[in-house]
């Protein structure tokens, strides 16, 4: 009696055991469905935010007579080594740039002056003497800056544009002095646009190669506006280039070209608020095995408030 009792103890604790384990079995199981179904849901959480999220309107915002003054500060290092000598070139530029609102028709195209009214310039190159120009104080500028001395205080060009920054007419004064790198003003979608959205504007470079043929380079500017808060939106930029470049030397003439940055722009106010750009390219047997070439940039812009903005050169002519 005792032996079966046993045995049939012994089987009730197999039994119990076995569904023991396919219980913990099945319980793992529900865990990995259920894990999947909240990465299930946390995605068609995000899809419906991204659809019940507000679209935004980039557009530029001005009245005639106003004037739009912006700080534009402009750094490079350029280092090069080629078959063994080292050379260092640094540059600093800062200037003032306005846009003379001169008009703003009902559809909201702007036509405005553009002007350098000032600007400070600064140049170093390993072996040589410094440079500097100071529009506001050097009556004669060094040699090779007399086209940026000549330019300043000038209308440089007419533009118009439309509210989304599309460049519609552009009527060119004299030689263009740019003091930086970047574009004259921000392309924005046509319609709203909500978090998260790209768009990109095509451009074609050219470069020069060896034997003298221009090869044509395409490219674009990809924006992304990365979120919108206190009225303020953030658009990150990158330079993509489409055309595949093999050839060192040309891609020693791209690198200039070629940025990664934020822009800050007011949507209330319409206008610009804070715009970095950065370069950081090296290329390597650009001219020979052993060349190399690292090259740094950054641009910076920003609004000057009225009070704070640089008076205008003494010998400014329109």
Same mark, same amino acid.
């Given at each position: 009696?005792?032996?079966?009792?046993? @045995?049939?103890?012994? @089987?009730?604790?197999?039994?119990?055991?076995?569904?023991?384990?396919?219980?913990?079995?099945?319980?793992?199981?529900?865990?990995?469905?259920?894990?999947?179904?909240?990465?299930?849901?946390?995605?068609?959480?995000?899809?419906?935010?991204?659809?019940?999220?507000?679209?935004?309107?980039?557009?530029?915002?001005?009245?005639?007579?106003?004037?739009?003054?912006?700080?534009?500060?402009?750094?490079?290092?350029?280092?090069?080594?080629?078959?063994?000598?080292?050379?260092?070139?640094?540059?600093?530029?800062?200037?003032? %740039?306005?846009?003379?609102?001169?008009?703003?028709?009902?559809?909201?195209?702007?036509?405005?002056?553009?002007?350098?009214?000032?600007?400070?310039?600064?140049?170093?190159?390993?072996?040589?003497?410094?440079? %500097?120009?100071?529009?506001?104080?050097?009556?004669?500028?060094?040699?090779?800056? &007399?086209?940026?001395?000549?330019?300043?205080?000038?209308?440089?060009?007419? !533009?118009? #544009?439309?509210?989304?920054? %599309?460049?519609?007419?552009?009527?060119?004064?004299?030689?263009?002095?740019?003091?930086? #790198?970047?574009? @004259?003003?921000?392309?924005?979608?046509?319609?709203?646009?909500?978090?998260?959205?790209?768009?990109?504007?095509?451009?074609?470079?050219?470069?020069?190669?060896?034997?003298?043929?221009?090869?044509?380079?395409?490219?674009?500017?990809?924006?992304?506006?990365?979120? =919108?808060?206190?009225? =303020?939106?953030? !658009?990150? =930029?990158?330079?993509?280039?489409?055309?595949? #470049?093999?050839?060192?030397?040309?891609?020693?003439?791209?690198?200039?070209?070629?940025? %990664?940055?934020?822009?800050?722009?007011?949507?209330?106010?319409?206008?610009? #608020?804070?715009?970095?750009?950065?370069?950081?390219?090296?290329?390597?047997?650009?001219?020979?095995?052993?060349?190399?070439?690292?090259?740094?940039?950054? @641009?910076?812009? &920003?609004?000057?408030?009225? &009070?704070?903005?640089?008076?205008?050169?003494?010998?400014?002519?329109?």
């Amino acid at each position: 009696m005792k032996k079966g009792l046993s @045995l049939a103890t012994l @089987l009730a604790a197999l039994i119990v055991m076995t569904l023991f384990s396919a219980c913990v079995m099945a319980a793992r199981g529900a865990e990995v469905l259920s894990a999947c179904g909240a990465d299930d849901v946390a995605a068609e959480l995000e899809k419906a935010k991204q659809r019940l999220s507000p679209a935004y309107t980039l557009a530029y915002k001005f009245t005639a007579g106003e004037k739009f003054r912006t700080k534009v500060v402009h750094l490079a290092t350029v280092e090069t080594k080629i078959k063994g000598a080292e050379q260092t070139t640094k540059s600093r530029t800062i200037s003032t %740039r306005a846009w003379r609102i001169k008009e703003v028709n009902p559809q909201g195209h702007i036509t405005f002056e553009n002007v350098v009214e000032r600007v400070e310039m600064w140049n170093s190159v390993s072996g040589k003497e410094e440079v %500097r120009y100071d529009s506001r104080t050097d009556e004669n500028p060094p040699p090779g800056f &007399e086209t940026v001395a000549q330019s300043i205080g000038r209308v440089l060009a007419t !533009i118009t #544009i439309d509210p989304h920054g %599309r460049i519609l007419t552009r009527e060119n004064a004299q030689l263009q002095f740019n003091p930086g #790198i970047g574009e @004259l003003t921000i392309p924005f979608p046509a319609t709203p646009v909500k978090p998260g959205a790209s768009w990109s504007i095509p451009d074609e470079l050219k470069m020069t190669t060896d034997d003298g043929k221009v090869k044509k380079v395409q490219t674009q500017q990809q924006y992304t506006l990365e979120k =919108v808060e206190t009225g =303020v939106a953030t !658009i990150k =930029v990158q330079t993509q280039i489409l055309t595949p #470049i093999n050839d060192p030397k040309l891609q020693s003439q791209l690198v200039q070209r070629l940025q %990664r940055g934020t822009i800050k722009f007011d949507l209330d106010a319409g206008r610009l #608020i804070h715009k970095q750009m950065d370069i950081d390219e090296e290329v390597f047997a650009f001219s020979g095995a052993d060349s190399h070439m690292q090259y740094l940039a950054r @641009l910076t812009e &920003e609004p000057l408030k009225e &009070e704070t903005a640089a008076a205008p050169d003494a010998g400014q002519r329109k």
